[in-house]
């Protein structure tokens, strides 16, 4: 079969398309022929070396890559052979192995899916979906709720919008460059302003007129962060998921006691820990794309092949949406 290898942490270039041996699952295990596989921004970190916790402990070589979707074409020894030709998605957890034409699963870890859910939905929420779900549990957004969302047009932000909307809640959708800022107004954002143009929170202050945000969903950090958060109104609710931009939003404690603001992380400890684990919210984020409610955007394919280019365009922000690898 043919996969990416990774021998040493570094640029893009790192990532080297090879054939390699066929897998063979062991106990408790499915394999899975690769219809998609997904691409997140933590996968660019981990690929640098830089990850922290607990890919810290990643090691090389490997294959990255922790989401996929496909069939069942071999399984275990102790496995029901039932599995054997069902469309399924998994989410490998740390284990490494999606960028691949075959990727071993557990069998705790499928979801069989519906005919209605296509591999490329279906690994946008395996992964991206379950995180937005879990801060939508968080920000409890309401009809009366004005909702900010950074970075509107990626994987996540997609689908915040979506929710916001189906909440009855008016959406303030900021996303970076002319394109990305249609693409989000076409998903029905009321207020949508290009952030990296200069003055762009005067012109959400403009056109909110009276209003003042009351939900925020952070996933850039930096000075987008910090002009949002300035943004929120008294006892507004700012939910952090991230910092895409390199650094962590700033924080003032007086700002935050000084307005009655809340300010909650939704990844971290708080998602890892999660009673329960997070199976549940992949099965209500897969169950939600299924019925049309959150659809995710997958306006980025690449090639198995192509994994490098797929990188460097997710993190120079030239993609929409969830990027997915087609073997």
Do not use: C
């Amino acid at each position: 079969m043919q996969a990416i290898r990774q021998y040493e942490f570094g640029p893009p270039e790192e990532l080297r398309y090879e054939e390699v041996p066929d897998l063979h699952p062991g106990v408790g295990q499915v394999r899975i022929a690769v219809e998609a596989a997904g691409v997140h921004l933590v996968d660019t970190t981990i690929r640098q070396g830089l990850a922290g916790g607990a890919f810290a402990s990643v090691e090389l070589p490997m294959t990255p890559g922790r989401e996929v979707a496909g069939i069942v074409d071999h399984v275990g020894p102790d496995v029901d052979e039932s599995w054997l030709g069902r469309r399924v998605v998994a989410h490998l957890g740390l284990a490494s192995g999606g960028y691949a034409e075959q990727a071993l699963a557990a069998v705790g870890s499928l979801h069989v899916l519906p005919d209605t859910l296509g591999a490329d939905a279906a690994v946008a929420m395996i992964g991206t979906g379950r995180t937005a779900i879990a801060v939508l549990e968080l920000a409890a957004i309401e009809a009366d709720d004005v909702v900010a969302v950074t970075s509107a047009a990626g994987g996540l932000g997609v689908l915040f919008v979506q929710a916001a909307r189906h909440a009855g809640a008016a959406v303030v959708a900021l996303a970076g460059g002319r394109a990305k800022v249609e693409r989000v107004r076409s998903l029905g954002a009321d207020i949508a302003v290009d952030y990296t143009e200069e003055g762009w929170a005067d012109q959400v202050r403009e056109q909110l007129g009276d209003r003042a945000l009351t939900v925020a969903l952070d996933g850039v950090g930096g000075k987008v962060g910090a002009a949002v958060f300035d943004l929120l109104g008294a006892r507004g609710r700012l939910i952090l998921f991230g910092y895409s931009s390199g650094e962590p939003t700033s924080l003032s404690t007086t700002d935050i006691i000084g307005r009655s603001l809340t300010v909650t992380a939704a990844i971290g400890p708080r998602l890892i820990n999660r009673p329960g684990g997070l199976r549940p919210l992949e099965t209500e984020a897969l169950a939600q794309a299924a019925a049309g409610r959150l659809v995710p955007l997958v306006s980025s394919r690449f090639r198995l092949a192509d994994a490098a280019l797929a990188h460097t365009a997710l993190e120079s922000r030239a993609t929409t949406g969830k990027v997915v690898l087609i073997p």
